[in-house]
């Protein structure tokens, strides 16, 4: 089992839609989850940080975090075209000391 | 926010050849540098993690002694592929956190190295 799993995609949505992304993880003892989106041929940026279970709402982005399922999501409101890019589940295991990322799920915004 | 700087951006050279690859904390001081690797259409690999002060703690399948890494100060750290083959071309990244407890980490603009 991979420590990070995501759905490779792509998730296709029309824009104004909600998009979800989703991704679960192995290790019980993780405690910081990170979204990053990156755009081809460019390096990742840092979207949303969560650390606790519930939702956290930032502009049109909200993270959701379950720890007893182990499972992290992030919701895109109104998606724009602008959207368009491979978003990246980053998880912090404490005990590994390390962030651990998915493998990213393209996102494609149609018009 | 904090803000990591990687140089060059973009670095064609010769088979045989060495390339270094600068990595800078602008704002905060970080003791702890990370290098990713990215391959076109594929996942971010991690290579190596950098201490500052001590060696570096490289992934299995890194050749050490072929991805150098110095981390000689709380806000500098280099990667160095020496004797570059082509298969060696590829997107690496540097990152690095800021300090405090579950800060996230903060990524540089990447360096394309292309090794003809």
């Known amino acids: 089992q991979k420590e990070v799993e995501q759905n490779s995609g792509p998730l296709s949505v029309p824009e104004g839609a909600i998009a979800s992304l989703n991704c679960t993880y192995s290790?019980?003892?993780?405690?910081?989850f990170f979204w990053y989106r990156q755009y081809s041929g460019k390096s990742p940026e840092l979207i949303m940080s969560?650390?606790?279970?519930g939702d956290k709402e930032d502009g049109r982005f909200t993270a959701q975090l379950n720890k007893a399922s182990q499972y992290v999501s992030l919701l895109i409101r109104d998606s724009q075209p602008s959207d368009s890019a491979t978003y990246l589940c980053?998880?912090?295991?404490?005990?590994?000391?390390?962030?651990?990322f998915g493998t990213g799920t393209r996102l494609q915004v149609t018009l | 926010g904090a803000v990591v700087s990687q140089h060059p951006s973009r670095v064609i050279c010769k088979s045989g050849t060495s390339v270094k690859i600068e990595c800078r904390s602008l704002?905060?001081?970080?003791?702890?540098m990370f290098w990713y690797r990215q391959f076109p259409k594929k996942s971010l690999m991690l290579m190596a993690t950098?201490?500052?002060?001590?060696?570096?703690?490289?992934e299995q399948g890194v050749e050490k002694d072929k991805f150098l890494i110095n981390h000689a100060s709380l806000t500098l750290s280099t990667l160095t592929v020496t004797s570059a083959h082509p298969e060696d071309s590829s997107f690496y990244i540097c990152?690095?956190?800021?300090?405090?407890?579950?800060?996230?980490?903060?990524f540089g603009n990447g360096t394309r190295l292309t090794v003809t």
């Open positions: 290790d019980r003892g993780s405690q910081s």
């Open positions: 704002d905060f001081q970080a003791t702890t």
């Open positions: 969560i650390y606790s279970n």
């Open positions: 980053a998880v912090f295991s404490g005990t590994a000391s390390k962030l651990t």
């Open positions: 950098s201490n500052e002060g001590s060696k570096a703690t490289y």
């Open positions: 990152s690095a956190r800021d300090t405090g407890f579950n800060s996230p980490l903060h």
